[in-house]
Each structure stands twice: as C-alpha cells, then as structure tokens.
C-alpha cells in the first residue's frame, strides 16, 4: 500500500463504522431463520470462491442478511439482485486476470476486504436497514436499494472488463489517453458494460421486487448517474489524494441512490 493510500486508510475504516454497526443491529432485530440461513449460506460461498476475506464475507453476509429481510416473501426480496451483482462481479474480476497483473490493477488474491464491501454495498444495506425501521418508506428505500446495487455493479463491470477490451481509456475530465487503471479513466467497451450490467440489476429487481415500470427507470437513472459520479470523483478527489476508492465507492452509490429518488420526486407521474 502507498504512502498516500496508508494516509486515507481512516475513510476505509469511517465507512466500515457508518455501515456495519447500523445494519447488524438491523438484521439482529428483525432476523428470521430463512434471512439468517440465506445469509450465511452465501457468505460461505463466497468464501469458498475466494472473492473476498473472511472478515468481508462476514460483512457480506450482515449486508445480506439485512437486504433479505423487510419483503415477503424472502424470494421476493433484494436478494436476487444482490446475487446477481455477486455473479457479475465475480466474473468480470477474474476476466483476463494475466492481463490486469501485467497492468498492475488485479485484483488481490485473497479477495475483497471488508471496506471494500461496504463501499459497494453498504448504501444498500443502509436503505434496506432504515425500511425495517420505518416501514412507511419502503417505496423509496427499494428503489435506493436497487439504484445502490446497480451502480456497485456497473462500476466494477466498467472498470474491471474496461481494463481488459477497453484499449486506451480517456480521463473523463479531460478526454486525454490515460493508462488504463487511472482513476478516472473511461473506455466505451467499459462504459457499456458497466450500464448493461446495472440495467440487468435493475430487471431483476423489477421482477422479484415488483417495481413499477417508472420506479425500475428512476433506479437504472439513478446507477447511471451514479457510474459518472464514481468517473468524476476519481478523475478529480481521488487523483489529488483527498478521498480513497473506499470513500468513492461509497459516495457514488450513495449519489446513485439520491439521483434515483429525487427523479422519482421530480419526473411527471
């Protein structure tokens, strides 16, 4: 880890405390067998693939328990797109791995850490949390949840698949060539990855959640405006070593999950 990075290690550890203290309180009140044994299960699946530490999937399996309960049926939850995210990010994470270890971009061998986890996840996990807690705004925390998931998914995709058949990227900011894993960095072939798999989150969704058409349009919005926040904060704060990817992570599903509801507020019923 580089100096600066060692510097910004306290944002990894702030998103952690914002994240995974609200939502196991959560999930330990409202727990269900089911939730408890989903979660749980997919926590030792993700170990088993060697996706993430165990710490992570610990992690993981709080945020999922906490994403299964508040729907009924469970099947009917946020759990279908949470698994849907898993599968495409998995698989694009060890897409042309030889080539992303030549770049010096791959992902670590042991897998995702647990601020990376709650980077990606935790806005979703918070939404989900806060619709246990107060029922009445369940409409808005699911699509918070889904615009959440979907732009987690579309960031990785594009960056992780961009790296690979993306060529050259150009910094957003600026449109100049950059090497590929510049913060910042976009790529056509990764851009439309990263929005095809935020658009299939979303259809998922649609289909276990029981979105309305315009709800699962203000959610795939939301990932998509979420996606260039991610590109604009790390062509911008993170090149000048003010925030981490934890932190941008973190701060594009949560600016994903704002756009969301306020096109929601605003767009003409």
């Known amino acids: 880890m580089h100096a600066p990075e060692q510097q910004l290690r306290w944002q990894s550890w702030l998103v952690l405390a914002v994240v995974v203290p609200w939502c196991t309180v959560a999930a330990l009140r409202h727990a269900t067998l089911t939730a408890s044994g989903i979660s749980l299960t997919l926590a030792l699946l993700v170990l088993m693939a060697r996706a993430a530490t165990p710490l992570a999937a610990l992690t993981g399996g709080v945020l999922c328990a906490v994403l299964t309960l508040g729907w009924s049926p469970w099947y009917h939850s946020a759990l279908a797109a949470l698994v849907t995210l898993f599968v495409l990010t998995w698989a694009a994470t060890r897409l042309g791995r030889a080539r992303k270890q030549q770049l010096g971009v791959a992902e670590d061998k042991r897998g995702r850490n647990a ?6 996840l935790g806005v979703a996990g918070l939404a989900a949390a ?3 807690i107060h029922p009445v705004a369940s409409s808005w925390c699911t699509v918070m949840v889904v ?3 979907a732009e987690a998914t579309a960031d990785t995709l594009a960056s992780e698949l961009g790296e690979v058949v993306g060529g050259q990227p150009l910094l957003v900011t600026t449109f100049r060539r950059v090497v590929p894993g510049t913060n ?3 790529s056509l072939a990764g851009t439309v990855a990263g929005v095809s798999g935020a658009l299939l989150v979303v259809v998922v969704a649609w289909a276990t959640l029981g979105l309305s058409p315009g709800d699962a349009f203000c959610a795939a919005l939301g990932a998509v405006g979420g996606l260039f ?3 604009l904060l790390g062509a911008t704060a993170e090149r000048r070593g003010w925030v981490n990817n934890d932190a941008v992570n973190f701060l594009s599903t949560l600016a994903a999950a704002l756009i969301a509801i306020l096109w929601r507020e ?3 019923s």
């Open 130 to 132: 806060f619709s246990l």
């Open 184 to 186: 910042g960095a976009i």
């Open 266 to 268: 605003v767009a003409p």
């Open 229 to 231: 926040v991610d590109s």
């Open 115 to 120: 601020a990376q986890v709650a980077a990606n």
């Open 147 to 149: 615009a959440a998931l």
